[in-house]
């Protein structure tokens, strides 16, 4: 299956590069994602649920993300499985400047079986382009949060510490050496997930947005079907 497409952030190419690389704003734009865990350098491992019915499941994977090349692209491979099927791909990512605009254009391929694979390439196609879509409105979201950030609550001031008691010297430690990279898990709440009603709520709001004529056909339906009832 091979997936490629675009989309402008009205955003500058840090902000978008920033945003796309920052854990935190990751976790909160993949559907589904309930975690994500930093298990090391520019490499995730995460569960997501997804509720389309053409890939529905629980599915659990890793993301290795290298060729990095800032502010501008990098290249991603994927593993995940899932109770009905298993997915391998790669593919990238680039940023370019369009006036005051910033273009994302993504690509890749990837291999699915089991179960999933049966599902039909239309609907897996449908499936993951819709998957990506809102992903990316999400992102988009969650750089204008991070452009305009909800006001601090002011803490009281810290009260005064005593003076430092007198220490005495000790030799210096032998140097350690450094540590690997450490673990992280973040934890999405749930009122700040990329839920199945967000994605079913943007399927509809974009379906109206490329088709506006379609609210007024389904208004005429309407009063079309209670006239006849009431004959």
Avoid at 83 to 104: C, M, V
Avoid at 171 to 192: C, D, G, L, Q, Y
């Amino acid at each position: 299956m091979r997936i490629a497409g675009n989309y402008t952030f009205e955003a500058t190419r840090e902000e978008v590069w920033s945003a796309i690389n920052d854990p935190e704003v990751l976790a909160r734009t993949i559907p589904g994602c309930q975690r994500l865990d930093n298990v090391g350098e520019n490499e995730y491992e995460t569960t997501l649920k997804i509720g389309l019915q053409a890939v529905r499941g629980v599915y659990s994977g890793r993301v290795k993300i290298d060729n990095v090349v800032v502010p501008e692209s990098y290249e991603i491979h994927v593993d995940g499985k899932g109770s009905n099927g298993f997915l391998k791909g790669s593919g990238g990512i680039k940023l370019r400047i369009e006036g005051d605009t910033t273009i994302l254009d993504y690509g890749g391929e990837a291999h699915i079986g089991g179960t999933i694979a049966s599902v039909g390439q239309r609907l897996i196609d449908g499936a993951s382009k819709t998957l990506i879509n809102q992903s990316l409105k999400a992102l988009a979201a969650q750089i204008e949060a991070r452009r305009n950030p909800q006001p601090a609550v002011a803490e009281p001031p810290p009260a005064a510490e005593p003076p430092p008691a007198a220490v005495t010297p000790t030799p210096p430690a032998v140097p350690e050496p450094a540590p690997s990279v450490e673990r992280r898990t973040i934890v999405v709440p749930a009122h700040e997930q990329l839920s199945e009603a967000d994605v079913a709520r943007g399927m509809v709001e974009d379906f109206i947005k490329e088709n506006p004529w379609a609210p007024w056909i389904m208004l005429a339906f309407l009063i079309g079907y209670m006239l006849g009832r009431r004959k």
